[in-house]
């Protein structure tokens, strides 16, 4: 395959998880022609430091890609600003990218169905975001792609013409969201997307994928969700900053190479359901009659 999207492995001081993401990177065929850009996080302390000089010892003997390109931070960036900055720089001399974070193990398709979707889709300015990570109510489906608004961060690739519209500015947002947005982008009430954004203003969090959402959202972008999940989050195991939890848990296809492009580029009913089906069971009896309550009433106007 011609013109393969570089991929972004963006890491900190896990290794175990680390090496176990990237083993699962080089199963992919497509990876010993892709270029690789490491992005390092610096240590936060002191026991840091013994962590990260081990990875990025192993980082230098890394083999499997066609390039590597090392950015090792002196200092500690944090999740948010590491990631975004990462893309960027990325983005500086191309034009789509893949990235991939520490904790994820991916499958041998993960690869071959980013570069396949970056090239046909490129010109459909519609879509702005690809999922690696898929929900399980989608395996079932007739279609091997489907078309949400919502996004995911666990392994996914974008264009740099869509990219570079996000902002990190939560007051923007604030003042163009109106609140049947805010019903809507949290999947008409069911989960909490904007309280993230909320957090980040009262700075209670510093997370950066609520702004890429969120510029999404706001330009009527579509995302690509896989049939099958191709990506597998090994890191909500209590390691890091995210919570020990089974929430997440998945299994993924390993051999996805023979599925249909999908040319009826259109956020299906069904699928918004199904996805707001999904987050409402995670709800308690009182919430979901609330949020039952608000679906009825911003869908009556």
Known sequence: MKHLAPIAFICYNRYDHLTKSLKSLKR????K???IYIFSDGPKNSDDIKKINKIRSYLKKLKGFKSKTYFFRKKNMGNKLNIVSSVNEVL???SKIIVVEDDLVVSGSFLFFMNNCLNYYSDQKKIWHINGWSYPFLRNNKDDIIFLKSMNCWGWATWKNRWNKISLNEEKYISIFSKKMIHNFDIESSTNNWSQMIRNK???LNTWAVFWHATIFSHNGITIYPKFSLVKNIGTDGSSRMAKTDEFKTT???NFTQFKLNNNIDVKRKFRESEFNHFLKKNKFRRKIFVYL???WFNSY
């Open 28 to 31: 992919n065929k497509l990876a």
């Open 33 to 35: 022609n892709s270029k």
């Open 92 to 94: 500086k001399k191309n």
């Open 202 to 204: 009262k700075k209670l």
């Open 252 to 254: 993924f296809k390993d």
């Open 294 to 296: 608000k679906k009825f």
